[in-house]
């Protein structure tokens, strides 16, 4: 019996939520949109997703009320985070920890700390739920700034222009530079 291609028969809120982001790619166009990457170009380079898959992708999640299409002059569009999205920052961040933890060829790639306790001594670094050790919050995606891990020492510096951004500490949410 071949399987099905949606959760339709899942009385779930899971399964719904997997409607909206159990896609492939969709997780790591997330995960880049928390990174401040907003446009179609930035993504398709950085992720190497086939254009019309990244197409289809953030219709969807735009359609979901996940993202939203923002022009940004002639000819351009980017994609922003909505409420909605943001929302999903938790649910992002305890995948990053179980990666790290269970599925990591070289851990400790990506840093996430509490803009506001943040002093540069690794004090404000956020546990796996999510949670600042220093003041106790857990803040929300536009509190963070992540940095580069020592995971990343010693690998060439990428040659997109989105990895070699990310080698140098960027708060989420912000247009990536």
């Known amino acids: 019996m071949p399987l099905g291609s949606d959760y339709a028969s899942q009385a779930c809120s899971l399964a ?3 409607e909206v982001v159990g896609e492939r790619w969709t997780l790591l166009i997330l995960r880049d949109c928390f990174y401040g990457v907003r446009r179609f170009t930035d993504l398709h380079r950085h992720l190497g997703v086939p254009r019309a898959v990244l197409a289809e992708r953030l219709e ?3 359609e979901a009320g996940v993202l939203r299409r923002e022009e940004a002059g002639p000819g351009r569009v980017e994609y ?5 999205g943001q929302e999903l920052w938790p649910a992002l961040h305890a995948l990053y920890g179980w ?3 269970h599925a990591a060829a070289v851990p400790r790639r990506r840093i996430f700390r509490h803009v506001a306790c943040d002093t540069g001594s690794g004090d404000a670094e956020l546990d796996d739920a999510g949670r ?9 995606a536009g509190e963070i700034r992540v940095h580069p891990g020592p995971g990343l020492a010693g690998e060439p510096e990428p040659a997109e222009p989105v990895g070699r951004a990310l080698l ?10």
């Not at 922003?80 to 909605?84: P, V």
């Open 80 to 84: 922003l985070l909505t409420e909605r």
């Open 99 to 101: 990666g790290e933890r």
């Open 16 to 18: 719904r939520a997997l």
């Open 132 to 140: 600042c050790p220093s003041c106790g919050a857990t803040p929300e």
């Open 60 to 62: 969807s999640l735009t």
């Open 168 to 177: 140098s500490p960027q708060r989420l949410l912000e247009p990536l530079t």
